[in-house]
C-alpha cells in the first residue's frame, strides 16, 4: 500500500476513505461532480489582473504587488503549488522591495475554485509568514470554504497523480 503523500497529515480514516475511491475509480468523478466550473485565468496578464482584484477586495492595505506569474519550473511534488517572494533592491539611497507571486502551471488546468484557494493561500503569506492560527483566519476571511478546498486541491492532486489523463473528467 503505496502512501498518499498529499493526504499525509489527515487521520488514517480518511486516507482510507480516499482508498476506497480510488480503488473504485470514483476519485475522479467525484471530484469533477464538485468543481465543473473552469476558469477564464490563462495567461500571466489575466492572472495577476486576478490576483490583484482578490487583493484589492480583501487585503486594501497590503504592500502592492510587482508581478505574478504561471511558473512551469515549480515542482508540485516538492508541495511548491505557488511562491510568495520578495526582493529588495538599493535604487540611490532608498531600499525597494517588490513582491512577486508565482503560481504552478498545473492550476492553468485545475478548477477555478482551486486557483482562487492558491491564490488566497499565496496573499495571505502576503501578512503572515507562517501557517499560524491568523493565516488561516486571513484565508477563510478570503475563501469561507478554504479548508475544504485545500483537502479537496490534495485530492485533485493524488488524482492527478495516480492518473495519467489526470484527476478531472471531462463533463458529460
Keep these: ?6 493526504l499525509g497529515g489527515y487521520p488514517p480514516q480518511v486516507q482510507a476513505q480516499v482508498r476506497e475511491l480510488i480503488a ?4 475522479g468523478a467525484l471530484l469533477a461532480a464538485r468543481y465543473r466550473d473552469a476558469h477564464a485565468v490563462r495567461n500571466d496578464s489575466q492572472l495577476y489582473a486576478y490576483v490583484q482584484a482578490l487583493k484589492e477586495r480583501h487585503m486594501r492595505k497590503a504592500p502592492p504587488l510587482g508581478k505574478v506569474l504561471y511558473d512551469g519550473k515549480l515542482q508540485v511534488l516538492k508541495h511548491a503549488l505557488g511562491t510568495h517572494t520578495t526582493i529588495s533592491r538599493v535604487q540611490g539611497a532608498r531600499l525597494k522591495a517588490s513582491r512577486e507571486i508565482r503560481i504552478a502551471s498545473v492550476f492553468r488546468d485545475a478548477p477555478a475554485d482551486f486557483l482562487k484557494m492558491i491564490v488566497v493561500h499565496e496573499l495571505a503569506h ?3 509568514a507562517e501557517h499560524n492560527k491568523a ?3 486571513l484565508c477563510t476571511h478570503m475563501a469561507p470554504d478554504y479548508h475544504q478546498l485545500e483537502f479537496d486541491l490534495r485530492l485533485y492532486l493524488t488524482g492527478l497523480e495516480l ?3 489526470g484527476a478531472r473528467e471531462p463533463a458529460e
Excluded: V
Excluded at 1 to 6: D, I, S, V
Excluded at 24 to 27: I, K
Design 1 to 6: 500500500m503505496q502512501p498518499l503523500k498529499y
Design 135 to 137: 493565516f488561516y483566519q
Design 24 to 27: 473504485q475509480d470514483r476519485l
Design 126 to 128: 502576503m501578512k503572515e
Design 163 to 165: 492518473s495519467p489523463a
